[in-house]
């Protein structure tokens, strides 16, 4: 490893987590022209400063001794448990995970022998590093709102943000992760473009996780590997998809529709004019509110937050990023978060959102899409008697019954 190489990858780690050169510079009381010369190649770095600098950026220390930056030629699983070490210390997490990245595997691999078009994904959005919060926030609602008008979705809420990313031809699904980690996004040339989420995870939460990875899709493709976990909930690309997820599920205009329905939001403000009766003259203006009180209550966050599929809290924050309410009526709002899981409750309504889902219903898109692109194959005598068994078998669907539909289709 050249000093030009570690100092790239020094200075991308150091974007990447948000720092500036100067907070770098300060936790290795250094002159922060020291750190201008480190990501220059113009000065070594000794190992006492790289394992500091490998904490501070939420990077393994190996991450910048590695001979190359290109991570389409190394392993993706190898990637994968280098940024995100917790999901192969435990065997059984272990091996879900690779079982998801073998189903994606033999569903990218099935598309190319029947001849179908590479999957490219979504487009990519050309958006700079944020290098502060506002500015992350800013980008990840600007993009939300150029994708839904690519969509054509509207303000309408997304009925399954599972079967929205696997139409764009990403492979979604649930995963069982350690409760630390969210989801992850995967880009690699085995598989093409991949998300999966926490399945142990409520509803809600999937739901906006599924959108959050999404933003990484969009936004951060480059990067080959991206892990949501608490450790890195601070960099500012992990605060953008947050925002991008908060915008795209809970659109502007969406907002404005539903609490005009409930009547509610700031109070209008109506000019009211005074006129001379004798002369037509107007003698004095006021203003008043048209409503006497339109504040938010905890009923309209639960509502609203049942219906654009997200929890009490993220509709709160969302309002809150509209100023439909200020900081201290957030606040309150937010300390009334069980009494607004009590409403749902009254109303059956609370399940919608935090009701566990069976495994097989979480991950049926993805495996439902490999057994479709199966079944076809086999039609066209592509694949073999046997590698459908074996399909079927590491898909878990019993082999009797995917043969018998697979002679079916055959028949036809």
Known sequence: MNQ?????????ARELAGLSQQDAADMLELPRTAVTQMEGGNRSVSTLELTRLSGLYHQPVSYFLEETDDEEGE????????IAPGL?????????????????????????ILGRDHRMGPPTYSESIPRTVGEAVSQGAKIADQERKRLSLGHAPIPDMSELINEQNIWASGAD????????????????????????????????????????????????????????ASELVEKRANAFAAAFLMPAGGIAALLKSLDKGRPSKEEIMVFDVATNDRIDTSIRSNASDQRITYQDVAILGNHFGVSYQA?????????????????????????GREYLEVLD????LTDEEDQKIINRELRGHIVHLAIEAYRREEISRGKLLDLGKSLEIPSDKLLNLAEAACAN
């Open 4 to 12: 030009q190489d570690l100092g790239r990858k020094l200075k991308k």
């Open 177 to 232: 992760f350690p409760d630390s980690i969210s989801g992850l996004f995967l880009s690699h040339p085995s598989i093409g473009l991949a998300i999966f989420v926490n399945s142990g995870h409520t509803r809600a939460r999937k739901r906006f996780s599924y959108a959050h990875e999404y933003a990484h899709a969009l936004l951060d493709r480059d990067m080959k590997v991206t892990v949501s976990q608490r450790g890195n």
């Open 315 to 339: 509709a709160t924050y969302r309002l809150r990023s509209l100023n439909h309410i200020s900081p201290k009526e957030c606040n309150e709002l937010l300390d009334k978060v069980d009494v």
């Open 88 to 112: 192969s210390e435990d065997p059984e997490v272990k091996e879900q995970v690779n079982r998801h990245l073998d189903w994606c595997r033999e569903g990218y691999n099935l598309e190319q």
């Open 349 to 352: 309504m609370f399940d919608d």
């Open 75 to 82: 392993d993706m699983l190898v990637a994968l448990y280098r």
